[in-house]
């Protein structure tokens, strides 16, 4: 009898070896899932957002502008706010429903607050359900920009618990029944879409299970093949068996795709919620969350903008779905069904719109962060940016430049360019960067990266070398504005004035009033150069400066922020502030990272900078920049210089008000003249930047080591107190320092004339030379 062949024994062997060869297979698929899982999910980008507005009585605020803020924070008007994200605004009182906000110093909750504006200020502020008065109360900031991962993937994470019921209710519904009751696959339900996809000859229904197509959007392409089929499964059962049905469903939520902006994707639905909506997903209504689960089925295919009849029969089959589980809103369901889509007109792009300010911040984090960490960690980044003085300084720089070349004729049209930073004085932050006249252009930056020749905006400079020698210098010393050479390589320099013509000898203020040439370099050579350029780098300049003569009349060439950081430390007393445009960085957790501390340093002796303070509100009243008074409100006291370039190629303003520093730079990118001088083109922006935004006037308060007189400046005098009151002008001097020839009301010298002290100078100068 023939032996029969062991069929048993190969089928187990055949079950062995495909045991050996999957086991491995699926224990790979395994850590492929737990190592994803268990670390770090996604790669999230940084969130960078500008100040937040912060509103208390006594605030300058027109309610203009803050409705403005209120559109750029994504807010509703509505009759009666109900939910965060909504405002009303009946007579002088706004009703604004804030959202709740992680900010750097704590976590602020939802409020509902009345705030009531009269004549441009805040005259009441308080919680509107308690009507406790507030002191403070911040709005949470506009988010303007956001570093993306390398692919581009942008979302923003939630927590299940944190996801409207309705959510999960109509996702469940719609995608996945049986979501709960599973082990991540249902064969039924694949052989059932099978068979109806057959039979049409079509892909009608799909079979799978959120969590596989979970899978499917994580770890594996949207080809459709057998083997895809089979690894979808197999991973779908591991990631059923390591973790809960509510840590999957909260991983769904924030990874499925929702939408496409260039080369940005979109997922998750609370990023989705503010792509088409522009409103936290918190806010939604029945039918926005509708339409945002209906396009789970394919987001290009229904796009809202760009297939809205589409995206509505979509929107309105989930709402016919959701209608039989509610069965007391059917009328309401069918009411909604006859809704808009209302999406948002404009895609929330991914863009900034202030890509000059970016820059900034980019390179002050790099001193601290890798760049993939900016990339991939979700860190928040809090800035200085103020949208308020960012807008009105481009439309400044805009405005002001188009006018420029509208009186100049068609021929200058376009060909000028700008640039402008702004700060607050008392703390050092940039609040607006404006690097080319088309802001939203992210080229090159001239407010960061342009180096021009400065011209007369250096002067202040040289005349505080002076004024910190207040044993040799103060405010009526004479200086000589008369013929002057200069010993240089090759030949001697003959500097010149503007007007080509010589002063004469003259008060050092009236010198810098009028921006002579002549006398700041014979100044600055008495001085010595290395002292002036010492000067230059406690006021902050970071570029290195050659030792040359002309750098008295600013043959220096530095970047708008340098310039600015310069008069700055002016402003804030002859105390250094470095600027900076970061405030904190938080984790996703909301855990302060690094903070941006104020740091201040004494640089200049506060007595010479006032008095110098005192000179450059004269250059704004009655010397080159005169004309601001009327460009300014009435009030509006400042204090500036304004700077020109040899052959009219470069025009710069730089100057202070009581809490904004600010320095304008108009040109040419080819280098070619402009016909301005500093007064007819920066100026102009300056002032126009300066009007529009709240700021208060310049009133400086005098050190404890400044004393004051009464002066005759045109004849660089002290008048006594007894002429004074009626004859002369108060003026500041260091106590201690040198004084001017004091006249009295009885003595003849009182009565001499500026232009007979000029000509006696001139005569004992030239009995001098010869």
Aim: hydrophobic content about 40%; aromatic content about 8%.
């Amino acid at each position: 009898m023939k032996k029969k062949f062991p069929f048993i024994l190969i089928f187990f062997v055949l079950i062995a070896a495909c045991l050996l060869i999957a086991v491995p297979y699926v224990l790979r698929l395994d850590k492929q899932i737990t190592d994803r899982f268990e670390g770090r999910r996604w790669e999230l980008p940084a969130r960078i957002y500008a100040r937040p507005l912060e509103l208390y009585v006594g605030k300058t605020l027109s309610p203009d502008k803050l409705v403005k803020e209120l559109i750029q924070l994504r807010y509703s008007r509505v009759d009666l706010p109900d939910k965060p994200g909504e405002y009303s605004v009946k007579g002088n009182v706004f009703a604004i429903y804030s959202r709740n906000f992680p900010f750097p110093d704590a976590l602020r909750p939802a409020i509902l607050v009345e705030l009531e504006i009269k004549n441009k200020t805040a005259t009441h502020l308080s919680d509107h359900s308690s009507r406790e008065p507030l002191t403070l109360f911040r709005l949470e900031p506009v988010q303007y920009a956001s570093i993306y991962p390398a692919h581009n993937e942008d979302r923003l994470l939630i927590k299940l618990a944190d996801a409207p019921e309705l959510l999960i209710k109509t996702l469940l519904l719609v995608e996945d029944r049986k979501f709960y009751d599973h082990w991540g696959v249902r064969p039924l339900a694949i052989i059932r879409a099978a068979l109806a996809n057959l039979k049409a000859g079509k892909t009608l229904q799909g079979g799978s299970t959120l969590t596989q197509q979970l899978v499917k959007n994580i770890f594996l392409s949207s080809e459709q093949t057998l083997s895809r089929k089979v690894n979808e499964a197999i991973m779908a059962l591991l990631l059923e068996y390591h973790y809960s049905k509510n840590e999957i469903l909260e991983a769904y939520l924030n990874e499925v795709y929702l939408g496409q902006d260039g080369q940005r994707a979109i997922h998750g639905f609370a990023m989705a919620s503010r792509f088409y909506y522009g409103r936290n997903l918190a806010e939604l209504e029945p039918v926005q969350i509708a339409l945002l689960v209906g396009i789970v089925k394919g987001a290009s295919y229904y796009n809202p903008r760009q297939h809205p009849e589409r995206a509505k029969a979509r929107r309105d089959k989930v709402l016919d779905i959701l209608a039989p589980a509610e069965p007391n809103s059917r009328e309401e369901i069918g009411q909604l069904k006859n809704s808009p889509l209302a999406v948002t007109r404009e895609i929330p792009s991914g863009i900034t719109p202030y890509p000059a300010f970016l820059q900034l911040v980019r390179r002050q984090l790099k001193r601290d962060y890798k760049d993939e960490d900016l990339r991939s960690e979700g860190l928040s980044i809090f800035t200085t940016l103020d949208p308020m003085i960012q807008q009105q300084a481009e439309d400044s720089l805009a405005g002001e430049l188009a006018a420029i070349e509208k009186r100049k004729g068609d021929k200058a049209k376009k060909t000028l360019q700008g640039a402008l930073v702004v700060t607050s004085v008392d703390q050092g932050e940039i609040v607006a960067v404006v690097g080319d006249r088309t802001p939203q252009q992210a080229g090159f930056n001239r407010a960061l990266d342009m180096k021009r020749p400065v011209g007369s905006v250096i002067k202040p400079a040289v005349y505080l070398t002076a004024l910190t020698r207040p044993k040799s210098y103060n405010l009526l010393t004479t200086l000589y504005d008369i013929p002057l050479k200069v010993p240089v390589t090759g030949k001697d320099w003959q500097p010149e004035n503007y007007d080509h013509i010589f002063h004469g000898p003259l008060p050092l203020m009236q010198a810098l009033v009028h921006s002579y040439n002549v006398a700041t370099v014979q100044l600055g050579m008495d001085l010595g150069l290395d002292a002036v350029i010492d000067t230059l780098k406690e006021l902050g300049t970071q570029e290195d400066i050659a030792s040359y003569p002309s750098l008295l009349l600013g043959a220096v060439e530095l970047p708008p922020i340098d310039v600015l950081q310069m008069y700055q430390t002016i402003a804030a007393g002859g105390y250094i502030t470095p600027l900076r445009a970061i405030l904190a960085v938080t984790d996703q957790q909301n855990n302060t990272l690094q903070r941006y501390p104020l740091t201040v340093r004494q640089a200049v002796d506060p007595g010479a900078v006032f008095c110098l303070t005192t000179a450059l509100q004269a250059v704004t009243t009655t010397g080159t920049a005169m004309s601001l008074q009327h460009l300014l409100p009435k009030g509006l006291t400042v204090a500036g210089k304004t700077g020109t370039t040899d052959k009219l190629r470069d025009s710069w303003f730089a100057g202070f008000s009581g809490r904004h520093a600010a320095v304008a730079w108009v040109g040419r990118d080819d280098n070619k003249p402009t016909g301005l001088t500093g007064a007819t083109g920066a100026m102009r922006v300056w002032a126009a930047t300066m009007a529009g935004i709240s700021t208060n006037p310049l009133q400086p308060q005098p050190p404890d080591n400044i004393d004051w007189y009464y002066a005759d400046i045109s004849a660089g005098k002290i008048l006594s107190r007894e002429c004074g009151k009626d004859r002369g002008s108060l003026l500041p001097f260091i106590r201690g320092g040198l004084l001017p020839e004091v006249v009295f009301c009885n003595q003849q010298q009182h009565s001499n004339t500026f232009e007979q002290t000029l000509h006696r100078g001139v005569e004992n100068i030239l009995d001098f030379f010869q």
